[in-house]
């Protein structure tokens, strides 16, 4: 007889190898030491999966870790400082540009990959490709259809408090197509000066493109930094984005990279001026060499109180002023109110004297 215990562990595993026989039949054998592997399509069967499911989402997943790292990319902090300030100037840039009140404002800046971008940007649009000339590559800013509407219609003198009117499929005629330019000149140039206090760069207007085919400036699987800002110009606006693969931001990526603004520009005023003042206060000894002489050491363990030395040097002869080894000025020996004195006749910055013999002697 067994126990209450082990006849319930007992009815435990019936019930087991029951549903399990249910599930998938002769998945389990009924004698004690029968051992069976399942296979693929047995263990989908028990998950509840259909035929070939796993094999797609083991390969979704695949996909996804695959196109993560595409997307994970390092922050650039002093480049969000550059964006910041250029909005700043945009603001009044587009003040004095269209005559109205004009806000401007950073949405977000984000990482991805250049041909998701294209893929995304609503159409009709247009795509300004741009070059930076001392980088030597090139970056994109696509204006939308609401903002290039909105710039014509406060260019040509529209009134305030009506919507821009927006016609849809044409394509841009010429006069829009200059405006738009125009616009696009007047940013590029606030672009340019928001990078001034990290180094000096130029981007000069390269073209206008309607399809973004032919805009793309870079593999549609590289990396791009994308900063999306929109315009208010009161009742009329819309929204710019701008485009700067991580390749063209190679050259000041390191600038790009420093945490803030005082190590951005790898100085610090402040310190410079202490250093400046210290520097003129400082107290150096300044030597004058009336001659030397080669000497040989048993001469020079000779030497006593009385010893004499006859220097080679006549009195007109020009001497050296040196600060340590370094040879700073040439002048001759005077006197000035009972006092011998230098005259300094050439300023001359030698280099040190490296190999000066053993024993020589200073007069």
């Not at 250049?114 to 893929?119: A, K, P, R």
């Given at each position: 007889m067994s126990s209450p215990e082990n006849q319930s562990d007992e009815d435990l595993a019936s019930a087991w190898a029951s549903s399990l026989e249910d599930a998938v039949p002769g998945a389990v054998d009924n004698t004690p030491d029968s051992t069976r592997i399942l296979n693929q399509a047995e263990i989908d069967s028990l998950l509840g999966f259909e035929q070939g499911q796993?094999?797609?989402?083991e390969s979704d997943g695949m996909q996804r870790i695959i196109s993560s790292g595409l997307i994970s990319y390092e922050r650039l902090p002093m480049l969000e400082i550059v964006f910041d300030r250029l909005v700043r100037i945009m603001s009044t840039s587009l003040r004095n540009f269209t005559?109205?009140?004009v806000e401007v404002s950073i949405d977000n800046v984000v990482s991805l990959r250049?041909?998701?971008?294209?893929?995304s940007v609503p159409l009709p649009a247009m795509f300004a490709v741009f070059k930076a000339e001392e980088w030597e590559n090139y970056g994109l800013m696509v204006i939308d259809?609401?903002?290039i509407y909105s710039i014509v219609d406060v260019l040509l003198g529209g009134r305030r408090g009506t919507a821009a009117m927006r016609i849809e499929g044409r394509p841009y005629t010429t006069i829009e197509r200059t405006l738009v330019e125009r616009l696009i000149r007047v940013v590029l140039a606030d672009l340019s000066t928001s990078f001034d206090p990290l180094?000096?760069?130029t981007f000069r207007f390269e073209r206008l493109e309607v399809n973004p085919r032919f805009a793309a400036i870079s593999r549609l699987s590289n990396a791009a930094v994308l900063a999306r800002m929109h315009v208010d110009m009161e009742d009329r606006g819309g929204r710019m984005d701008l485009v700067l693969p991580y390749a063209t931001l190679e050259p000041v990526r390191e600038l790009l990279l420093q945490q803030f603004m005082g190590e951005k520009f790898g100085r610090d005023a402040i310190w410079e001026t202490h250093l400046a003042e210290e520097l003129w206060n400082?107290?150096?000894d300044l030597d004058v060499v009336l001659d030397e002489q080669h000497m040989r050491l048993s001469d020079v363990l000779n030497l006593k109180p009385g010893s004499q030395f006859i220097l080679r040097q006549g009195p007109e002869a020009p001497v050296?002023?040196?600060c340590g080894q370094v040879v700073l000025f040439e002048g001759?020996?005077?006197?000035r109110k009972n006092r011998v004195a230098v005259r300094i006749d050439q300023v001359t910055g030698h280099p040190p004297h490296t190999n000066e013999p053993l024993g020589s002697k200073r007069g």
């Open positions: 796993s094999d797609d989402l005559n109205d009140n250049f041909g998701d971008y294209l893929d259809s609401a903002m180094c000096a760069i400082t107290d150096i050296q002023l040196k001759r020996v005077g006197r």
